[in-house]
């Protein structure tokens, strides 16, 4: 209510960044926009790290948590946010702009002007779907299943201040825009970073832990059977869903090389955990 009441006194101050600046209207549907820039595609699933190997073959390869949530692209002009869009059928989403941003870990500014399309996954924690879960019981209100329907379940909602009580959260996982500068996954990791987007390396635990994510170069079956065997453990200290592992060619030239198939890009694959 200070802030509310120092940027009507000085709108001069008030900064596109700013809290008050996140949460709009009401909507009254979510129109459908075409993945004009790049497909969203989901990951063919491998069963042993011999697959995987087979798969992608001995690089070097970036490893991450396959988050169980919502995929979201955020088109960025000029470094401030203008449109954010579901991943849909992979070839057209839903616009969300309004949702996402009221997410804290959505910058409606970037701390460079650049013209970027992010990538990344929308979720809620465990902590917050228990905290969310025992208000609805307190309401009479039926109970969400788990986070990953509460998150995108959340994202679609037409109230924008329900959407932000729910403190939903996004990581940025990738880009559909190309940085001839940028040579590697390791390295857009880190520069979505420092543009103020939350990466995989920063994601909430219950416990002190080694990150899970990772880039190393894939050697044999048994030394990637122990890293998954690592992973497994080591994620069972976020506090969030997951449902297995990510592995993706970290150089992208060896990506582009590979491409893209009908349903899968051949370049990234997932590895999934027994349910």
Same mark, same amino acid.
């Given at each position: 209510?200070?802030?509310?009441?120092?940027?009507?006194?000085?709108? =001069?101050?008030?900064? @596109?960044?700013? /809290?008050?600046?996140?949460?709009?209207?009401?909507? $009254?549907?979510?129109?459908?926009? &075409?993945?004009?820039?790049?497909?969203?595609?989901?990951?063919?699933?491998? +069963? $042993? =790290?011999?697959?995987?190997?087979?798969?992608?073959?001995?690089?070097?390869?970036?490893?991450? @948590? +396959?988050?169980?949530?919502?995929?979201?692209?955020?088109?960025?002009? +000029?470094?401030?946010?203008?449109?954010?869009? $579901?991943?849909?059928?992979?070839?057209?989403?839903?616009?969300?702009?309004?949702?996402?941003?009221?997410?804290?870990?959505?910058?409606?500014?970037?701390?460079?002007?650049?013209?970027?399309?992010? #990538?990344?996954? #929308?979720?809620?924690?465990?902590?917050?779907?228990?905290?969310?879960?025992?208000?609805?019981?307190?309401?009479?209100?039926?109970?969400?299943?788990? @986070?990953?329907?509460?998150?995108?379940?959340?994202? &679609?909602? +037409?109230? @924008?201040?329900?959407?932000?009580?729910?403190?939903?959260?996004?990581?940025?996982?990738?880009?559909?825009?190309?940085?001839?500068?940028?040579?590697?996954?390791?390295?857009?990791?880190?520069?979505?970073?420092?543009?103020?987007?939350?990466?995989?390396?920063?994601?909430?635990v219950t416990r002190s832990c080694q990150s899970l994510?990772?880039?190393?170069?894939?050697?044999? &079956?048994?030394?990637?059977?122990?890293?998954?065997?690592?992973?497994?453990?080591?994620?069972?200290?976020?506090?969030? /869903?997951?449902?297995?592992?990510?592995? &993706?060619?970290?150089?992208?030239?060896?990506?582009?090389?590979?491409?893209?198939?009908?349903?899968?890009?051949?370049?990234?694959?997932?590895?999934?955990?027994?349910?």
């Amino acid at each position: 209510l200070k802030l509310v009441s120092l940027e009507r006194q000085h709108p =001069a101050l008030i900064d @596109p960044d700013s /809290p008050t600046q996140r949460i709009g209207a009401k909507s $009254t549907g979510f129109g459908k926009v &075409k993945h004009e820039d790049k497909r969203m595609l989901s990951l063919d699933n491998m +069963k $042993t =790290a011999e697959d995987v190997i087979n798969y992608l073959g001995h690089e070097e390869v970036v490893l991450e @948590p +396959k988050i169980d949530g919502a995929s979201l692209k955020l088109f960025y002009r +000029k470094g401030r946010l203008v449109q954010a869009v $579901t991943r849909g059928n992979g070839m057209e989403g839903d616009d969300v702009t309004a949702n996402a941003r009221t997410i804290m870990t959505v910058p409606l500014v970037l701390t460079e002007p650049v013209n970027i399309n992010v #990538v990344g996954e #929308v979720y809620m924690t465990f902590t917050t779907f228990n905290d969310l879960n025992a208000r609805l019981e307190e309401e009479g209100s039926e109970l969400l299943a788990n @986070p990953r329907n509460a998150a995108a379940g959340t994202l &679609k909602l +037409k109230d @924008p201040k329900e959407v932000a009580a729910r403190s939903i959260r996004f990581v940025a996982y990738g880009s559909t825009t190309e940085f001839p500068q940028m040579r590697t996954q390791s390295q857009l990791t880190d520069w979505l970073e420092i543009l103020g987007f939350q990466s995989v390396y920063m994601l909430p635990v219950t416990r002190s832990c080694q990150s899970l994510s990772d880039c190393f170069l894939i050697e044999n &079956k048994t030394q990637l059977a122990q890293r998954i065997k690592a992973a497994d453990i080591s994620r069972g200290f976020l506090d969030l /869903p997951t449902d297995g592992l990510v592995f &993706k060619l970290n150089d992208f030239v060896k990506q582009r090389d590979l491409g893209e198939g009908t349903k899968y890009p051949k370049y990234a694959c997932a590895f999934k955990f027994p349910p």
